[in-house]
Structures are given as structure tokens and as C-alpha cells.
């Protein structure tokens, strides 16, 4: 069974930055696109960011693009959201994932989440 954890979500200002980072083990890391959810109070999870088996390939929500960079490092079993310029309505749990694909109709490909990482901007 795959698990992951996610870690490095916190407290900032808006126009702060934060890193996220996902270890993942249990499956072959590195077989899989990857991508990252976010779930606010009261609403239903949402997707962020996705990026490909090797990295060429990347996808970003509207909302977060030139703001947000997602990497992997397949070596570690692990991928990252770099955060910039964080906003208020960032604020949200923060879930990685094997995804079906890169783009906009990105689902997450297991039904196992992690217990996420907090990310709260203040004002």
C-alpha cells in the first residue's frame, strides 16, 4: 500500500512562501505522475498542481500559476510545491497523490490520503 506524508505547511503573511514536500514509498514512486490537492473549510478538495513521471511535464490550477512550482525528485521518493507569493484563499490542507494524468481533468489515482499539512496566510 502506498503512503504518503506530507510536511513543511505553517503560518505565513500573504506575499510569504512556504515549501511543501510528500515522501512517498510503498509503489514505484517514479512510475507515476504525481500532483497536489488542497482542501479549504467547507469545501471540496481541490486540485493544485500535477507534474509528469520525469518532470517534463507540469500542470497548474489557474488560481496558483506563477505562483506555485511543483518538482520531484525521483531518487528520494519525493515532490514539492514551492509556494510564492501566498495569498489569504491559499489557506487550506495541503494532500499529495499519484494522479491519472497532467492536466486539468487530474484525478487522484488512489483512493489512500496522508494526513496533509496545514497552510494557513494570514493577512
Known amino acids: 500500500q502506498v503512503q504518503l506524508v506530507e510536511s513543511g505547511g505553517g503560518l505565513v503573511q500573504a506575499g510569504g512562501s512556504l515549501r511543501l514536500s510528500c515522501a512517498a514509498s510503498?509503489?514505484?514512486?517514479?512510475?507515476?505522475?504525481m500532483g497536489w490537492f488542497r482542501q479549504a473549510p467547507g469545501k471540496e478538495r481541490a486540485s493544485v498542481a500535477a507534474i509528469s513521471r520525469s518532470g517534463g511535464t507540469t500542470y497548474y490550477h489557474d488560481s496558483v500559476k506563477g505562483r506555485f512550482t511543483i518538482s520531484r525528485d525521483n531518487a528520494k521518493n519525493t515532490v514539492y510545491l514551492q509556494m510564492n507569493s501566498l495569498k489569504p484563499e491559499d489557506t487550506a490542507v495541503y494532500y499529495c497523490?499519484?494522479?491519472?494524468?497532467?492536466?486539468?481533468?487530474?484525478?487522484?489515482?488512489?483512493?489512500?490520503w496522508g494526513q496533509g499539512t496545514q497552510v494557513t496566510v494570514s493577512s
Open positions: 497523490n499519484a494522479v491519472t494524468n497532467v492536466g486539468s481533468t487530474m484525478t487522484s489515482l488512489y483512493d489512500y
Open positions: 510503498g509503489r514505484s514512486f517514479s512510475s507515476y505522475p
